[in-house]
């Protein structure tokens, strides 16, 4: 290892130490999840420079330099609820498959993603040169795309997407189900909800996908980035 990338590592090491040092009595996890976020968008910056647009270069870091298994993975959940208002025929296959699928997760617990299913798999199921909505292909429900949205709800908003929080001891992706209790304006009566799966990035997850890409870059790290007093270029 040169002594450039060796001092990079280091850099970095000491960066996301300090993130996970930060203590919040309010939303810790979002400012942890938001600063390990930006330390992702520096190292693909470090490997792919200016080569690719913000988020191709950062699922392609996801995809290529981390190796994250689940990168290309279709997320169910997010299918279905964008099934929900979608009417056309085309689709009923598509939509019963994945009601099917998620009605078979367990409702007491968080559910891993491993659940989650295949693009191959869904394609046969309906004609893929329709857009769900008129709007999405199924590579827009892939984790790495999801975790692109994630990020950029976290660093341009300072919220998580959705309505998920690190409820549970689990370090890797999952789901959690929810309910929402409210008064029928109606007849006056509570009433709950149909479980909604939330779906969730833990810290510790975005903690291991960091050490993950050190181990394996091996690029000189500040040959796409400038560290002078010139901001305009």
């Known amino acids: 290892m040169n002594n450039n990338l060796e001092q990079y590592i280091v850099a970095i090491s000491g960066i996301l130490d300090s993130i996970m040092s930060l203590e919040s009595k309010q939303y810790e996890d979002n400012f942890k999840k938001s600063h390990i976020n930006s330390i992702i968008d520096l190292l693909s910056k470090s490997v792919y420079g200016s080569q690719f647009g913000n988020r191709e270069r950062f699922t392609k870091f996801i995809t290529e330099i981390v190796g994250w298994e689940y990168a290309d993975i279709v997320s169910l959940q997010q299918i279905q609820l964008n099934l929900i208002s979608e009417e056309r025929k085309e689709f009923k296959g598509l939509k019963e498959f994945v009601d099917e699928k998620l009605s078979g997760f367990p409702k007491a617990r968080p559910i891993p993603i491993d659940f989650d299913i295949s693009i191959t798999e869904l394609e046969k199921l309906y004609n ?22 994630y990020r950029n709800a976290l660093i341009h908003e300072m919220r998580p997407a959705g309505t998920s929080f690190d409820l549970f001891d689990m370090s890797s992706p999952h789901y959690v189900s929810s309910t929402i209790v409210s008064k029928n304006k109606d007849t006056g009566k509570m009433e709950i909800s149909n479980p909604i799966w939330q779906l969730n990035y833990p810290v510790d997850f975005y903690i291991s996908l960091v050490n993950s890409s050190l181990e394996k870059v091996d690029i000189n790290p500040y040959g796409n980035h400038k560290s002078d007093s010139q901001w305009v270029l």
């Open 128 to 149: 893929t040169q329709l857009k769900i909505n008129e709007r999405f292909t199924l590579e827009h429900f892939t984790h790495k795309n999801l975790m692109y949205r």
